[in-house]
């Protein structure tokens, strides 16, 4: 009996924990999708990071959401002792496990298919709102300029958009020096031919290659978290009258 309080009260403090978690990221959400710009002002680079690559808001909110309910369902199954409540989260975290499971054998095994995939979508993204559409634009100088990169695959991107059409020159990220690192302007394409510098999303899979064991070991945190989880709650479940 001693045990199943024990582990009641860490169940609702565990969940307290996640329930916060998501209220601050739905908060945040909000806040990006509300004032991007203020936003990237005071995390202009730390933002440099695979988020970047959607809607970082409505990413946020989802995330938020998501770990908002998670974290009232644990709570109130583990203190109301509601069966129902219990299973629910159990099936939620189980989908969520599985989808991340799901998500690093797609990394592993499809990572071209991937790039091939977000391209599509990122590229034509790219030529049509850059320059013209405030919160995509800065969001994307911020990565360019944190990653040291230019475009999503490379300068080519740039290739008729309306920024290159109207302007003449495509941003100046994409003509820096590789031998002292400044950027060389007028951005032309020959010159940004010329420079060869490398698209964000290849300087963010050396980014993560280069720190593996990290990425790994915090992936495997979080996986053992969300098995430990699952495992008491259903222990919780099991031991209800």
């Known amino acids: 009996m001693q045990c199943f309080s024990f582990i009641k009260t860490m169940m609702t403090l565990f969940n307290m924990i996640i329930f916060l978690c998501g209220a601050a990221l739905l908060a ?14 005071i995390f202009g680079p730390l933002s440099s990071s695979a988020m970047q690559f959607v809607n970082v808001g409505y990413f946020l909110i989802a995330a938020g959401a998501l770990l908002f309910a998670l974290g009232f ?10 069966k129902c409540a219990l299973m629910m989260f159990f099936f939620i975290l189980l989908l969520i496990f599985i989808a991340e499971i799901a998500a690093a054998v797609v990394a592993l095994v499809y990572t071209t298919m ?18 013209y559409q405030n919160d995509f634009t800065q969001v994307w100088n911020s990565t360019m300029e944190g990653l040291k990169c230019c475009g999503f695959n490379n300068y080519t991107d740039f290739e008729g958009s309306r920024y290159l059409e109207e302007n003449g020159v495509i941003p100046p990220f994409c003509c820096v020096n590789p031998l002292n690192s400044t ?15 490398q698209g964000c999303f290849k300087q963010l899979l050396h980014g993560i290659r280069t720190n593996a064991i990290t990425v790994g070991g915090v992936a495997a945190g979080i996986g053992g978290l969300e098995l430990a989880a699952m495992i008491v709650s259903m222990y919780l479940y099991c031991n209800l009258k």
């Open 28 to 41: 945040v959400g909000i806040w990006v999708s509300v004032d991007g710009p203020s936003f990237l002002k």
């Open 73 to 82: 369902l644990g709570c109130y199954g583990a203190q109301s002792e509601n």
């Open 114 to 131: 991937a790039e091939q995939f977000l391209a599509l979508l990122v590229v034509p993204t790219i030529k049509k709102d850059y320059g």
């Open 183 to 197: 950027e060389e302007e007028p951005c032309t394409l020959e010159r940004a031919h010329n420079m060869s510098v």
